[in-house]
């Protein structure tokens, strides 16, 4: 079992920056991959980016190639994404997901999930 908790969300005005982070406990050491998901108000949950837990490779969602970069910390356990140009359009919930298996791909699937993190995007 991993544990997924997530913070940094917030308000800020389009141009503006965030970083989110996600502290992962549990039976971290079984991770292969961590990715970041969004979810706006009556829509789909989208990809957002992931990363490999081992070598730190990296994929983003077109939409946010550019303005966002996730990162993780083996030894904090934990990953983060830092969102630079908000747009309103990036206004959405914000969760976290951990991959203990090596199938699939890094858009999914995932096996756990945190509770999610509301940003909100001004214009």
């Known amino acids: 079992q991993v544990e997924l908790v997530e913070s940094g969300g917030g308000m800020v005005q389009a141009g503006g920056s965030l970083r989110l982070s996600c502290a992962a406990s549990g039976r971290t050491f079984r991770t292969y991959r961590m990715g970041w998901f969004r979810q706006a108000p009556g829509k789909e949950r989208e990809f957002v980016a992931a990363?490999?837990?081992?070598?730190?490779?990296?994929v983003y969602a077109d939409s946010v190639k550019g303005r966002f970069t996730i990162s993780r910390d083996r030894a904090k356990n934990s990953v983060y994404l830092r969102m630079n140009s908000l747009k309103p359009e990036d206004t959405a919930v914000y969760s976290c997901?951990?991959?203990?298996?090596?199938?699939?791909?890094?858009?999914?699937?995932?096996?756990?999930w945190g509770q999610g993190t509301q940003v909100t995007v001004s214009s």
């Open positions: 997901a951990a991959r203990t298996g090596m199938t699939g791909g890094m858009t999914g699937p995932y096996d756990y």
């Open positions: 990363i490999t837990w081992s070598g730190g490779s990296t």
